[in-house]
């Protein structure tokens, strides 16, 4: 079993940074594709970004891209979402997952953690 616990959101003006945390535990990540995702009140959840578990490909939500970043630290079991210029729209709950299958369902979630941008 893996547990995921994501840390670091809060409520920033528009044009600020957050750096989201997602530590795990029960098992190592580095094997594990990551992701991030979101989910605003009334709206679907959507996938903001990803990386695989070599660290060699990333994917990023035409929304996000060139603001945020995903890396990961596999010594410390963690990984992170660099967000900068913050934007009212970036409102919601933010969630990792991991999936051992890169082509598959993400098998672990995180309980999320409340980005709020205030206009």
């Known amino acids: 079993q893996v547990q995921l616990v994501e840390s670091g959101g809060g409520l920033v003006q528009a044009g600020g940074s957050l750096r989201l945390s997602c530590a795990g535990s029960?098992?190592?990540?580095?094997?594990?594709?990551m992701g991030w995702f979101r989910q605003a009140p009334g709206m679907e959840r959507e996938t903001v970004a990803r990386i695989n578990w070599s660290d060699t490909g990333t994917y990023y939500a035409d929304s996000v891209k060139g603001r945020f970043t995903i890396s990961r630290d596999n010594a410390k079991n963690t990984v992170y979402l660099q967000m900068n210029s913050l934007k009212p729209e970036d409102t919601a709950v933010y969630y990792c997952?991991?999936?051992?299958?890169?082509?598959?369902?993400?098998?672990?979630w995180g309980q999320g953690t409340q980005v709020t941008v205030s206009s």
């Open positions: 997952a991991a999936k051992l299958l890169p082509g598959g369902l993400y098998e672990y």
């Open positions: 029960g098992r190592t990540l580095s094997t594990y594709t």
